[in-house]
Structures are given as structure tokens and as C-alpha cells.
DNA sequence: GCACGCCTCCAGGAG
DNA sequence: GTCTCCTGGAGGCGTGCC
């Protein structure tokens, strides 16, 4: 008999962190997930306060009366709240109801929020449960008598003096912001954030099913055999089920020695076997699970006979869970643009199990010739099991790295792990503004309510149908420039929010005399009388980061585990504060307010601006520049350390030294430049050789010329350097002339970002070649589509469809051409003489002889 | 009929 | 389903020329 990884709580728990959050329909009460980490288990706690759901009305409640006839409402009661937008007190009823379906549900005739104008009614039930009780999810908790109480783990002394530190530097509070009630803030989030993160226990599982040729199984119908199911766990567990199939050959065994694998005559035993594990760990991961696996499981197991009470598992409308435990899709933790970009530094492409390993820990699927139906049992369970393998591994390196980072992000978001993993940045930040709405009994507004500040944009955005004016971007000086500063502004965007007050309730609030308050550029004004509840949530969390954990993650006095933990949260933060600003001006988050966003960039562009001005007249020659960051072309510690201390105290702004270049090219192109740093490390930005749909031909040989240049110390180095780099590219352009280069060298790859079917106002040409692909295998959405420039009629052809005499190689030479083009023109060098085409005829010149 | 210029769509990237 | 700014390739369409 196996012992669960989970059990109810009876009357009391160690301490434990609180992970997730859910509603029991049965018992009509908020249900608390733990996870205890000594045991090891997720431990489940049931409400007992009688907490019931509720929303507001404006209406009082004689005139709700009609209401108290309903079975599922229990009772309208009176409440005062803090009306931000018109800075005073609202007189609103509470109606407090059985069950949350009476506000939400999809009745339209009964569900209270179609039928009234109401407050606070699109919030999820848990969501409130978790936001009244002031419970923080990432937060340990202990529960003494069937009570829930606050735990915390003490910080060491070197913490919380550098917290100290953090306070009394007078110069980090520039701006109207209060004092008290800002590092109030501040400790509170340092407290919450320096709570250690426990190893969470998991294991992964992945299953294999048979399938037609092309095509993906079915998982709400799940009509076909499960032929293996593979287990990963934290704890070392690596398992494989396989079912003996007639005629399916068992291979010979090559599995590490390690690994247990278990034959199964009855797909059902097997299935029962795999429920067993999955309920002896407290967090399940999978990569595509909320899809595929945890439904195709659940469905084959109904099918097969298995009692619903005997599946550990809960369907939901676009996700899968457990009963007890939690479910973790890293397809949709690893496809959140945010995580991509700023905690992974966009090392994978796109969203499959194979690009995300070999982007993050250089692991890759296994690679195996004809359909997998094909394969021997034991190749079948070498396949299954490193895919598991892989999935565990995307949580565990780095020590945890995406595990530590989802609980430090919970913590932040006050948002259940599960939710966490699987929203979006703009439901993060919802939920932490809910929570501190709630905390000060602020109403919410409704999205009517702001719409009305959002009506009128005034400034002009550069590119057509965007709403606002963004960012500025400096024309570059075109050329090659040595010894380069570059200067950035610490998370300019939350500092701006943070300086300026800026926050829905306090951009053009209700007092006349904040007018004169105004924001350069725009015609809006903000509040000089309340602090505005974005910039102290911003704010803090800004200094939190660029004050305190940047140099915390640094600190030689603490020990590896705890730095580590601070980088992460250091990261964590970074995710964040990225999306604060973008989220404000995004019609879906529900605080949305464009007067904040232009506001926002507003003061951006000026505090840049300004900024160049002030180089200027030190003598600093300003070469380019982008939102936040300036390149100097080499200026003096003095005359720098003279723009950062005015910086500050004219804007309150940390103007920091980011890179120092050895050179940097600059052609006439923004957002396009090459630099070399002092250790030779080549920064590339824009360039087409770069960019992942480039050819493999054309990017290795643009990595070739950079790895010349990177040698480049000197003018003179320079000079020399342009011989080598003609040599290499004719060297290439021969080839591609004699038909020698490879046709996987040739593709272009491209990703489709909608169905093939769905491009109607003009064919791009990978959907070309995505249309003739689709004659043999499914084609969706996320595919990259990889395919050749032809000679004849549609002009591209997938590559494994082409022959590499239909090659078009003039196409080819005009795209080396414009691509090396970008750094060649600025570079003095000509694409054309270099590969010995003469000037006038270039390129068919070169061709047809 | 076809070269061209102009605009739009699309993808990928910087910040 | 955070945002705007920028580049480059190709498709689509109208205009003017032969």
C-alpha cells in the first residue's frame, strides 16, 4: 500500500506554504492547498469561518429587496468603501450569497452581476477568499486549533541591515511620495520576499499513444491505445510503463541502468499503476499536460472502465489539475512571453519541448527514423522516459531555477502557483492590485468607471493604429566609433511611475488644484494630495530591486543559498517591473488607464531628452540612443559621474554605466548596431544575420565575420580585418553558386502564428510553403515552417519537398547581399566588390559568368 | 501586358 | 492576450507606358 502524498488537516500543521487555492462545490467552501516541506505533502484545509461569497452594489438595500426572495441569497448588508477615482467615501451593499455561481454564473437571467450594476463580481471566488483573509500564497502558515496562523522564518542580521541601509538613503525618496507609508511597503515586501523557498517534490510523467500517420490523437475522444507512460521525480524516481503490444518487437535494452521499466499485458493495469504515482507526489509536472496528457489519461481511463472516484485527476475548462495535488504545464509556464524574454533572455525560439532543452540545458528529444508507431518496446520506452526526463529537468536546473521563481512570483502576485504558471503578467498584477485594494478597502472600479479617462489620448503614436506615443529612439551617428559608454536608466518606466505619483486614481484626478501638476508633453496632471496606489506598489518594488536585492544577489558575507535566492528574486522582480508600465496602457488588463501609459513614455522621452542636453553642454558626444540607455562616445568618468548626480537629482532617476565598448558599428538604421566589448565579447542587436528565420548559411558565415572582428582591437586591426571578411564571404558565395551548400542549410524558418486557413488579406510565403506541407501532416499554429527559395511558380518549396537544382541562388545572393549590407556599408565595404562582382551590373554579373 | 510606385501585411527584433 | 518603435521581405493594387 502506498502512502498519498496528500491528507486533510484536521486540527493542526507545521508550517507550510501556501501554494493554491480552490472551491469546493461540494462543501461550499474555499478549500487552502499547503505544502509541507519536511513531510513532503500537500496538505488541504477546508474553511471553517463561514466565509461566503459576495460582490457590491450602490443600490441600498431597500432597493435590493427583490433579491432577498432568492434561496442563494443570504443576506444584503450595508458597508462604506474608499472611492479612489472621486477621493471620497461610497455608501454600497454587500450581497452575500451561497454559492459563487449566484454572482457569475452563466445564467444570464439569474447571475446577480447581469442583472444589477455591481462591484467586485468578476472576481473568482478563492481569489476573494485569499484577498479578505489577507492570506498571501507563497507565505508559510501554521494552523493551531483548527486556526490559521501567520509563520515566518527570521532573516539573517547582514539582511535586514542592508534593508536599513535601503531606508535611510534619503536620495532613493526623490519625489512627492510619502515617506512613512512607502517604506512601510518596502519592509513588508522585503520580509515576504526573503521567506526561504522550500524544494518542492515533483515528479513529471509523459504518455505515448498510437496514432494514424500525421495525425494527433484525439484527447477528449481518446479512442486509441496508451502504449507507454514514464515517470521523472525530484527524488530520483525514474520509471517506464510500456503495454505489450501484438506483433510490436521488444527491442534490446537501452536504457540507463537506472531506469525501471515495467511490461503491461492490460492498458488499464498500467493506467491504475500511473494514478498510484501521481498521487504520491505533491506537484505533478508535464510539458502540454493541461491539453494532452492529464485529458487523454483521464478520458482513456473513463473509458477503460476506472470509477471517477479512482481518477486523481480534474478536468477543467482550459487546464487540468488533481484532486489533491498541483498540476504544472510548462508548455504554458514556458510560452509566457515575459518568462521568455526576461527570465530566460529569449534563449529558446519557440515553444516546443525541444527548442525550450536545447535553448536552456542543452538536452534534446530523441530522434528516431519512420513513425513511432515503428518503434521496439524498448526504444518505445527510451523515448517516453526522456521526454519526462527533459520536462523534470526544465524545473530543476539552474537549482530550481523556474520552481523558485514561479513560488517567488506567487508571493508577489498573492496568486495560487497553478494560476501562476499559467496567466499571463496582466493577471498577476490584477491580483496583487485586488489584494491591496481589498486590504484598504478601496472599491474596485469598474472597467465603465475608467474607460472615461482613457477616452482621450493626447499624443500622436509614431507608427499608425497604435493608441500613444512610446518610446523615443535617438537617430543613430553612422559609423565606426571606439571606446563607447553605455549609460542606462535603472528600470526607467517604474521609476517614472514611482517619481511622477503616477496610478489610475491620481492621473487627472478630481482636484483642481493638482492641475498645475502637469506631465511634460501631454495635457495631464497629477495629484499632489494622495499618493497613488501603482506608484507605492511600483515604486517599492523598483527600489526593492535596484537598491537592495541587486547588491544582496552580490554580497560576499552570505552563503551560496541564500545569494541564490536572492538572485532569483532579484529576477523575479525584473519580470514584473517590466510589465507594470505595458500593462497599464492593454485594453484586457482591468485597471487599464492610458492617461498612466502616455504619461508614462511622456516623461520618458522628456527625462531623455534632457538628458542628451545636459551631455551636450558637459561636452559628451551623444552617437545613439534608445528609451533608456545613451551611447557616449568615449567621455570622461568626470563628465559622467556629472550627468548621473544631475540625473538624480532632477529626476530622481539612477543613471547607470551598462557596457563599455571597445568599438561599435552604427549604420544609418535604429534599433541595428554591433559592438565589441573589452573582452571581446560581440553584441549584436537587429541585424537580420541574427535573427532566427535567417538561413543557417548566411548566419554561420555573419558568426564567422563577427568572430573576426571580435579580434578587432585597433583602427589599424580594423583595416586589416576587411580583407579577411571579403575572402570569407566570396568563399560563400561561390559555394552557394555551385549548388555545394546543403539544402537545411538553405531554409529559411519561419514561424506561423495563426492557422494556415486564417491568412486572408495576403499569403506570406512560408504559409505557401505551409499550404503544401499540409498535404501530408497537420499544420498548427506555432509551427515553425521551414522552407527554400525556388526557381519556379510559387517561388518557395518546404525542404524536405525540394530538389536542389530548383534552388533560386540569385534570390539567395540578394539576401546575403542586404543582410551583410548592414554592417559592410558602414564599414566602408561594398558586398558587391568584394565578392568580384564588377560595380555596374553587380550581382547578375557575378552570376552569369 | 507589365514595369513601377505605393501601401499593407507579416515576422522578428530592441527596449 | 503588457506596451511602442523599427527593419525588411513580399503581396496586392492602381497607374502609366508601350
Aim: hydrophobic share 35%; proline share 4%; aromatic share 10%.
Amino acid at each position: 500500500m502506498q502512502s498519498s502524498a496528500v491528507s486533510e488537516i484536521t486540527n493542526t500543521m507545521p508550517p507550510a506554504l501556501l501554494v493554491s487555492a480552490t472551491y469546493d462545490s461540494q462543501k461550499k467552501s474555499a478549500v487552502l492547498k499547503f505544502y509541507e516541506p519536511i513531510s513532503q505533502k500537500v496538505l488541504l484545509w477546508t474553511d471553517n469561518t463561514g466565509h461566503k461569497p459576495y460582490c457590491y452594489s450602490k443600490l441600498n438595500p431597500e432597493e435590493l429587496k427583490f433579491l432577498s426572495e432568492r434561496k442563494d441569497i443570504i443576506k444584503l448588508e450595508k458597508a462604506s468603501k474608499q472611492d479612489l477615482l472621486r477621493d471620497r467615501a461610497v455608501d454600497v451593499t454587500k450581497i452575500v450569497v451561497s454559492d459563487p455561481l449566484a454572482i457569475g454564473g452563466t445564467q444570464t437571467d439569474k447571475s446577480i452581476r447581469n442583472i444589477l450594476e455591481t462591484w467586485e463580481s468578476d472576481i473568482k471566488y478563492y481569489e476573494n477568499y485569499l484577498y479578505d483573509n489577507s492570506l498571501i500564497v507563497g507565505k508559510y502558515y501554521a494552523i493551531e486549533n483548527g486556526k490559521l496562523k501567520e509563520f515566518s522564518y527570521s532573516i539573517p542580521d547582514e539582511v535586514q541591515l542592508a534593508l536599513k541601509g535601503l531606508l535611510y538613503d534619503k536620495l532613493t525618496n526623490v519625489g512627492i511620495i510619502d515617506t512613512k507609508e512607502f517604506q512601510d511597503h518596502i519592509i513588508e515586501w522585503a520580509n515576504l520576499l526573503n521567506q526561504p523557498v522550500p524544494k518542492i517534490k515533483r515528479v513529471s510523467f509523459d504518455i505515448e499513444v498510437q496514432s494514424e500517420t500525421g495525425r494527433i490523437p484525439d484527447a477528449k475522444i481518446a479512442e486509441k491505445t496508451i502504449t507507454a507512460i514514464s515517470f521523472c521525480g525530484s527524488d530520483g524516481l525514474k520509471e517506464v510503463f510500456v503495454l505489450k503490444l501484438a506483433g510490436k518487437q521488444l527491442g534490446t535494452n537501452e536504457l540507463e541502468p537506472d531506469i525501471k521499466i515495467s511490461f503491461y499485458d492490460k492498458e488499464v493495469e498500467m493506467i491504475r499503476d500511473a494514478f498510484k504515482i501521481l498521487t504520491n507526489y505533491p506537484f505533478v509536472i508535464t510539458f502540454n499536460g493541461d491539453d494532452f496528457d492529464m485529458p487523454y489519461l483521464y478520458n482513456r481511463a473513463e473509458r477503460l472502465g476506472i470509477e471517477l472516484k479512482d481518477i486523481p485527476l480534474i478536468m477543467m475548462r482550459d487546464s487540468a489539475t488533481l484532486k489533491h495535488g498541483v498540476h504544472i504545464d510548462l508548455y504554458r509556464a514556458f510560452s509566457n512571453r515575459s518568462f521568455q524574454i526576461y527570465a530566460f533572455s529569449h534563449k529558446y525560439n519557440d515553444f516546443s519541448l525541444n527548442s525550450i532543452a536545447e535553448g536552456l540545458i542543452e538536452e534534446s528529444k530523441i530522434e528516431y527514423e519512420g513513425e513511432l508507431d515503428d518503434l521496439s518496446l524498448y526504444e518505445l520506452a527510451n523515448y517516453c522516459f526522456n521526454d519526462a526526463r527533459i520536462t523534470e529537468k526544465l524545473t530543476s536546473f539552474n537549482n530550481d531555477l523556474l520552481m523558485n521563481l514561479l513560488v517567488v512570483i506567487t508571493r508577489i502576485g498573492r496568486m495560487p502557483i497553478d494560476d501562476i504558471s499559467r496567466m499571463g503578467v496582466s493577471q498577476w498584477i490584477r491580483s496583487l492590485f485586488y489584494y491591496e485594494h481589498r486590504k484598504h478597502n478601496y472599491l474596485i472600479p469598474r472597467r465603465e468607471e475608467l474607460e472615461q479617462k482613457s477616452a482621450t489620448a493626447s499624443t500622436e503614436a509614431v507608427i499608425k493604429d497604435k493608441k500613444y506615443r512610446g518610446g523615443l529612439v535617438v537617430e543613430p551617428t553612422e559609423g565606426i566609433h571606439f571606446n563607447v559608454f553605455v549609460m542606462d536608466f535603472a528600470s526607467l518606466y517604474p521609476s517614472i511611475i514611482k517619481v511622477r505619483n503616477l496610478s489610475y486614481e491620481t492621473v487627472r484626478c478630481t482636484h483642481d488644484e493638482c492641475k498645475k501638476n502637469t506631465i511634460p508633453g501631454t495635457n495631464h496632471w497629477v495629484c499632489t494630495k494622495k499618493n497613488g496606489l501603482t506608484a507605492i506598489l511600483i515604486g517599492s518594488l523598483r527600489d526593492l530591486r535596484v537598491n537592495y536585492y541587486k547588491s544582496l544577489s552580490k554580497n560576499p558575507s552570505l552563503n551560496e543559498d541564500q545569494k541564490q535566492l536572492y538572485t532569483v528574486v532579484s529576477q523575479a522582480l525584473k519580470v514584473i517591473l517590466n510589465a507594470s508600465y505595458g500593462v497599464m496602457g492593454a485594453e484586457i488588463f482591468p485597471l487599464y488607464c492610458l492617461p498612466v501609459a502616455e504619461a508614462t513614455t511622456a516623461v520618458g522621452r522628456y527625462t531623455i531628452l534632457e538628458t542628451i542636453e545636459k551631455c551636450k553642454s558637459v561636452g559628451i558626444q551623444v552617437l545613439y540612443g534608445d528609451t533608456d540607455s545613451l551611447f557616449l562616445k568615449g567621455p570622461t568618468r568626470d563628465q559622467v559621474q556629472s550627468v548621473v548626480n544631475w540625473a538624480k537629482t532632477e529626476f530622481g532617476v539612477d543613471l547607470d554605466l551598462d557596457k563599455e565598448y571597445r568599438y561599435v558599428v552604427f549604420s544609418t538604421r535604429k534599433k541595428n548596431y554591433l559592438g565589441v566589448q573589452k573582452d571581446g565579447k560581440v553584441d549584436v542587436k537587429g541585424l537580420t544575420g541574427k535573427k532566427s528565420h535567417t538561413p543557417p548559411f548566411i548566419r554561420n558565415l555573419f558568426y564567422e565575420i563577427l568572430g573576426i572582428l571580435s579580434e578587432v582591437k585597433t583602427e589599424e586591426e580594423f583595416s586589416q580585418s576587411k580583407q579577411k571578411i571579403g575572402d570569407m564571404i566570396s568563399q560563400y558565395a561561390k559555394k552557394l553558386k555551385a549548388k555545394q551548400i546543403p539544402l537545411q542549410d538553405l531554409a529559411f524558418n519561419v514561424m506561423i502564428s495563426k492557422a494556415p486557413s486564417e491568412y486572408v488579406k495576403t499569403i506570406p510565403q512560408h504559409i505557401r510553403a505551409a499550404k503544401l506541407l499540409e498535404q501530408t501532416r497537420e499544420i498548427k499554429k506555432g509551427d515553425i515552417i521551414s522552407y527554400v527559395k525556388i526557381l519556379n511558380k510559387p517561388g518557395v518549396k518546404p525542404v524536405e519537398m525540394a530538389r536542389p537544382d530548383e534552388i533560386d541562388s540569385a534570390k539567395y545572393m540578394e539576401f546575403m547581399e542586404s543582410t551583410f549590407d548592414q554592417i559592410l556599408s558602414s564599414m566602408d565595404l561594398d558586398f558587391n566588390s568584394l565578392i568580384g562582382a564588377p560595380k555596374q551590373t553587380g550581382l547578375d554579373q557575378f552570376f552569369w559568368n
